[in-house]
């Protein structure tokens, strides 16, 4: 079974500043995405960020980009730029591409993420 | 383009007891998906439908069932509640359940367990 670890619980960054939030997952799969949420506390989960493995390049999303290291089944999220609205937890999340899809996400435990005025 | 609604947003049972937790997906999206949020273990993932079929269920016991209709819509229930059952309950849907897919999510039913 796939595994997600975020490694940190919590983080914190001033305002207009750059943050890097962890995450590593285990597989032993070859083809599957990789996906980075963010649940404000409103609860709404919401797509941050989005990545295929078979792509060697990393996913860009304006102020959002990741480093995606294959081999070392790392996939960090940088925030560029933060912005009182990126206050949130930020889970990261695998799924598999084989079976079309249908084992659902497996998330890690969430990073929450505090922006310092 | 509505999002994905839930009903109810809250809801207080007792142990015992069951209950019922409503899913309209985006006009158009076919895939539903159902996921159970607690501080302790997380965002785990209940099961998937498309076409009114499940086509996976993550680990949870019998009491955890659910079915999709016609018009996509979707419900979970659990039956004889337990404590631990308390937890934020999170409906997605999408297009077709391809892994390539972006699950949008609800807002979620937030369950707690007397």
């Known amino acids: 079974a796939q595994t997600v670890t975020q490694s940190q619980p919590e983080m914190s960054v001033q305002e207009a500043e750059t943050v890097t939030l962890s995450c590593t997952y285990d597989t032993s799969e070859s083809d599957y995405y990789l996906f980075w949420y963010k649940q404000p506390p409103s609860r709404q989960m919401i797509l941050v960020i989005r990545?295929?493995?078979?792509?060697?390049q990393n996913a860009t999303e304006n102020r959002f980009s990741v480093n995606f290291q294959k081999a070392a089944k790392s996939f960090s999220l940088k925030i560029s730029d933060s912005q009182l609205g990126d206050a949130a937890m930020y889970f990261c999340a695998y799924r598999s591409r084989s079976g079309g899809g249908a084992d659902g996400l497996t998330f890690g435990k969430g990073t929450h993420l505090i922006i310092q005025p | 383009k509505a999002g994905v609604t839930q009903t109810p947003r809250y809801l207080i049972k007792t142990r015992g007891q069951q209950v019922t937790l409503s899913c309209s997906p985006i006009?158009?999206?076919?895939?539903v998906s159902w996921y159970q949020q607690t501080p302790g273990q997380g965002l785990q993932f209940l099961f998937e439908?498309?076409?009114?079929?499940?086509?996976n269920k993550g680990n949870f016991p019998g009491r955890f069932s659910g079915r999709q209709f016609s018009n996509s819509r979707s419900e979970m229930n659990v039956s004889t509640l337990e404590l631990g059952d308390s937890a934020l309950y999170l409906c997605a849907s999408k297009a077709e359940p391809h892994g390539a897919n972006v699950l949008t999510f609800g807002a979620g039913s937030r369950l707690t367990v007397l």
């Open positions: 990545q295929e493995a078979y792509k060697q």
């Open positions: 439908y498309f076409s009114e079929t499940q086509r």
């Open positions: 006009s158009g999206h076919r895939s």
